[in-house]
Each structure stands twice: as C-alpha cells, then as structure tokens.
C-alpha cells in the first residue's frame, strides 16, 4: 500500500494528486518519488525519457516502489505521434491508416496490442486516441492522426481504439474535447477557435466523444480551442460550461478529465500556467497535465501551491479540488487492478529496426499487426511512366517543419528501408523554394522517390514536384501524410502516416517485394 508522508495536510495531498507532471532523464530523479510519497499520483513520460524496454520498466518499477497505484501516462497514438519509439518510427500505423482501412476489429487489435505493449512497461494510461475530425484539410497539428474527416467512421474506429486499449488493462484517455479538427492553428503555439454552429458541432465534433464515453473511455483530454457557440469567453480546457455542463451533464461523462498540456501557448500565453491550472479545475478538469516543456520541481511546486492558495482565498472551492484528486485516484486503482503482469525487461524488444538502433516497443514473433494494417492502407497508384525500381534510386525526402506533438527527432521516409531491399540507396533531405532543383541535382542520374508529407498545404513542396515530375517523368512519390492532390508520378503510393511500418510497407511495394 502507498504510504503518505507524515505531516502532508488533505489540501496539499489533493493538490499534488491532480497534476501529472514530467521529468527530465531516464530514471526518477529524487524530488519525484519524494513528491510521490506527499501524495502525487501521476506522472507522464516523453521521449526524453525513453532509451531502452529494459530501462522503461525499470523506471516504472522505480515509480512504483513509491507508490504502488502510480499513473504512468504516456502520449503514444502511434504513427507519427510516438514516444516509446521516437528514436526509430513506430511499429505501428497512426489513426489515419487505420481509417483508411476501415476495418474495427483490425483497429482494435493494434490498439490492443500496443496497450499490450505499453503494460509490459509499465504504463497505465495513454493519452489517446485522438477522436477529431479531420473536417479541416489544412488543418497544422491533427491531419494523420485522425481516422479521417468522415464524421462516422471517426466514431467507430474511436470507439474500437478505447476497447483495444482498455482490453490490454491500459486506460484511453480520448482527446481532444470538444474536437480539434476544424482548426487551422496549433495550439502548441497560439489560441485556435471553432466557428461551427452548436447544431454543427453536435452533429460532427461531438459525435465520436460520445462513441468513446459509450465504449467507456476512463479519461477525456481537453482541447486549449475556443469554440464560441459553446463558450465565447474561455476556451474549452478552462470553460464550465464545457468540461461541466457538456461533457459531464449533457454528455454523461463521468470518468477523469485530463487537460492538453498547460505550458502550451494557447493557456501559458494567455493565462499563465498557475491560473490556467486553477481555472481547469474549477472548470471541471481532474488532472493538470504538464511536464512536455517544464519538468522541473520547482513548476510542480508552483502549481501545488497555486491550487492550495487559490482554495483558501475562495476562488477554487475545495470539494471541487477534492473531487478531482478522487477522480485521479480512482483511476489510478483501476488501473492498479487491471495490472496482470509485472513491468519486466523482457518486454519484446524486436531486435534491431532498419534504421539500426533498438525499438523500445519492437515487434512481436506472433503477430505484427501493425505491419499488416500499414500494407493494407496503401493506396498504390500506377502512372502513365511506371516502369518497376528494380536499382538503387535517390530518395528525395521533402520535409516539413514538424508539429511540436509529432517533434522532429523521430525518423520518417521511406529511405532506411528502401536501402535494405535496394542496397545503395542513397538519400537527402531538402525544403524550401530551392527543393526540387537541389532534390535533381543530388539524384544525378538515378532513379528519383520523391517523399512528401502533407503537400497540399505546403506551396514549396507542390512546387518541387512540378520541378521533379517535369524532369524526370519516371519519378516515383510517396505521399506520409493526407493526401489530398490527385495521384501523381509514374508511381504514387500514399501511406496515410509517416509510421516507421507505414514507411517498410511503401518500400517494399516501390520494390516489388
């Protein structure tokens, strides 16, 4: 049984308890486990804290010993939003291929097992899935990691996702309330809004979250967006009116409210970390997610006494922050009952990705699910110029500055795997005005894969296909993200996701395996 440091009043416990803080290094520094014995309960991981399958069990082994019923969360959609595997791509597809093949039962047996995968490290809750719509093509931070921009499917694939999850003892925590896709900001970076009529919103936004909240999603994330026609003052992560009045009232919802991270410029620019945190609970939120950027003691130590001074000069009442920390703590023994298996470095590491360092999920001997659904998604389109790769060729990788929730330190393409079928592959990487010109000048006379990533929102990179396709008629274009443009090149392949198995299934089709 956890044991409570003596001396840590109930005001301060429960203050503790609703955040969900990060941290630096690969193993629990001091201050987390001292904090943890006062009465936190959650803590997130991020890729800078990922190295090996052996060390994150470890880890969360060193967590527990702390406090047995810990909630160890994780952001892991897969596909391009991945942190056990962010230093090789992930072993399995994200949203959009998975909507792509439009299949339930095969989603829900990659979310369950990658909820399978996460438990054997010791994770326990993941933030996800991602439940928006993809209504809005130009959208900057969901595109791929939606099932799509049909309002159905984006149901049922939601709520096969939680079920897979959950099956595998992990809790989903569906995001991103009340629907992120119809934005054309990230979040990360300013306030985005949603102008949609309320009957529009509940015919389309709200349609999958009460696919999950029916399946029986444990958690809910909030979304840093101001939607007017539900709110036109705050912003749904810090709106009553929302997270109480819709998700919990109208919407039935009675599980934990998690909210997007609090350091983000929608909230810390415009209310200030410690203000923001308070209003989200007394909005109705249960846990303060922060750690992606500040993951220090001193930041949860100004939340905690935030929240503490804020219940003593009345602002925040304190059944509110009670409620939250019960929430919090609920959740944490569902979790802790749902455990079957101890965090154990045997976690399959699956050897060596081709990218030549070790996955922290791997693969597993008996089912590679996720390759499977990553072949099923393509989408491979034969030109008027086909003509099979049967020689190394010049992978030009047209790359797009990377959202901050996908990050830029996780691989992509097609190149590391294409170079294990087709040995002397080369490869480089370009951007900008120029790209298409240096992309021809590099390739020299080899054949030319040209990879994109969202090209219809990136002029630049529409450009550098023209400059390509004109050339060299024979070029073949793999397209990672949602593909909008009409199929181009003597071979157009679209992966929908950027996943390291979504990039191995576009190589072998490029090379006729």
Same mark, same amino acid.
């Given at each position: ?94 949203? &959009? ?11 829900? /047996? ?78 990360? &970076? ?6 949609? $009529?309320?009957?529009?919103? =509940? ?20 979304? &840093? ?23 919990? =009232? ?46 220090? =003691? ?27 920390? /019960? ?77 901050? /929730? ?8 097609? /190149? ?9 592959? $080369? ?30 929102? &990136? ?55």
């Amino acid at each position: 049984m956890t044991t409570i440091a003596s001396g840590t009043d109930t005001l301060t416990r429960d203050a503790l308890a609703v955040l969900q803080p990060g941290f630096t290094g690969t193993s629990a520094p001091s201050w987390l486990l001292r904090r943890l014995g006062e009465g936190l309960t959650s803590v997130g991981l991020f890729g800078r804290n990922i190295a090996t399958p052996a060390q994150v069990a470890a880890l969360t082994a060193q967590l527990r010993a702390e406090r047995d019923d810990v909630l160890v969360a994780i952001d892991e959609e897969g596909g391009d939003v991945t942190r056990l595997e962010v230093r090789t791509g992930s072993s399995f597809p994200g949203n &959009h291929a998975l909507g792509a093949v439009d299949d339930t039962a095969l989603t829900e /047996a990659v979310a369950h097992e990658l909820g399978r995968r996460l438990a054997a490290c010791g994770v326990n809750l993941n933030w996800a899935p991602s439940a928006d719509i993809n209504s809005n093509v130009d959208n900057p931070v969901i595109g791929v990691r939606s099932f799509g921009a049909d309002t159905s499917l984006v149901a049922r694939h939601t709520a096969a996702y939680v079920s897979g999850l959950q099956s595998a003892g992990v809790a989903a925590c569906t995001k991103h309330f009340p629907g992120h896709g119809d934005t054309a900001v990230d979040s990360h &970076h300013a306030m985005p809004r949603i102008d949609a $009529e309320l009957a529009v919103l =509940e015919s389309r936004e709200l349609v999958p979250f009460r696919a999950a909240i029916e399946a029986g999603t444990r958690a809910v994330m909030s979304a &840093h967006i101001l939607v007017p026609a539900l709110d036109p003052v705050r912003p749904a992560t810090l709106s009553r009116r929302i997270l109480t009045g819709l998700l919990r =009232e109208e919407l039935g919802y009675d599980g934990l409210i998690v909210t997007d991270g609090m350091e983000m410029q929608a909230i810390s620019a415009t209310y200030g970390i410690e203000r923001g945190s308070v209003l989200a609970i007394a909005a109705g939120a249960d846990a303060i997610c922060v750690g992606g950027g500040l993951s220090d =003691e001193p930041t949860v130590l100004r939340l905690r006494d935030a929240l503490v001074a804020a219940v003593r000069s009345g602002d925040l009442p304190e059944e509110r922050l009670a409620d939250a920390a /019960a929430r919090v703590r609920a959740l944490a023994a569902w979790t802790a009952s749902t455990q079957t298996t101890t965090p154990s470095a045997s976690v399959n590491g699956g050897g060596t990705s081709e990218r030549g360092s070790s996955s922290a999920v791997g693969s597993d001997a008996r089912t590679d699910v996720g390759l499977v659904a990553a072949r099923r998604a393509l989408k491979v389109t034969r030109g008027a110029h086909f003509a099979p790769v049967t020689e190394a060729p010049y992978v030009a990788a047209l790359t797009p500055v990377a959202n901050i /929730a996908v990050g830029d330190e996780t691989p992509w393409g097609v /190149a590391a795997e294409l170079r294990r079928l087709l040995p002397g592959t $080369e490869t480089g990487s370009f951007t900008g005005e120029r790209a298409g010109a240096e992309a021809l000048a590099a390739a020299g006379s080899r054949r030319v894969v040209a990879v994109v990533r969202d090209a219809h929102r &990136h002029t630049w990179m529409a450009e550098a296909l023209d400059i390509l396709l004109a050339a060299r008629p024979d070029t073949v274009v793999v397209e990672m993200g949602v593909p909008q443009s009409p199929p181009r090149g003597a071979l157009h392949i679209a992966t929908h996701g950027a996943a390291r198995v979504c990039g191995l299934a576009a190589a072998e089709a490029i090379a006729g395996a």
